[in-house]
């Protein structure tokens, strides 16, 4: 009996796994549609998706979609500050103006308008479909109406799980 060996060809390593299946502690490479949440998603397709469903307050949004945003515009708003003096810019003196460069002040105050106009319907419609993830109807956004605690409480449900329940928004 002669043991047949394939033969290889120089430099060959032997057979080659060919599983293709995909990996489910990987990060996917397809977003799901807009009207669906993107768990785990990256910074820059949570911004896409910020933008994209600019006017859509069906569906839900992943506690990564949500959070991303409020950290990317957290940052946003600390450079504007830095790019307005930040806390060094006022002078604590007995006159009511503050010192500093008025002009930059209004330059940096007119682009933080602009932003704030920009994005204040893409951020309720977030906000409303985040609590559409946690199984709430948007309308619990008027909960911010109760100071503190309605704040308190909004905190709480953006950082709950998503619950399957919430799909009915879908």
Do not use: C, K
Request: glycine letters at 8%.
């Amino acid at each position: 009996m002669s043991s047949a060996r394939p033969t290889r060809r120089r430099g060959e390593q032997g057979i080659r796994s060919r599983d293709e299946r995909r990996n489910p502690m990987s990060p996917s490479t397809l977003e799901p549609p807009l009207a669906l949440p993107y768990y785990g998603a990256p910074p820059m397709a949570a911004l896409r998706r910020f933008f994209g469903n600019y006017l859509r307050f069906r569906g839900r949004a992943s506690r990564a979609e949500y959070w991303w945003i409020i950290l990317l515009g957290s940052v946003l708003t600390a450079l504007l500050q830095l790019a307005d003096g930040g806390p060094w810019r006022l002078d604590f003196t007995l006159t009511p103006y503050p010192s500093g460069a008025p002009f930059q002040t209004f330059w940096v105050s007119l682009a933080a308008g602009a932003i704030a106009l920009a994005t204040f319907l893409p951020s309720l419609s977030l906000i409303w479909r985040r609590l559409h993830d946690v199984n709430r109807s948007g309308l619990w956004i008027l909960a911010i109406l109760v100071p503190i605690a309605g704040y308190v409480f909004l905190l709480i449900l953006f950082v709950l799980p998503p619950r399957p329940e919430g799909a009915r928004f879908d």
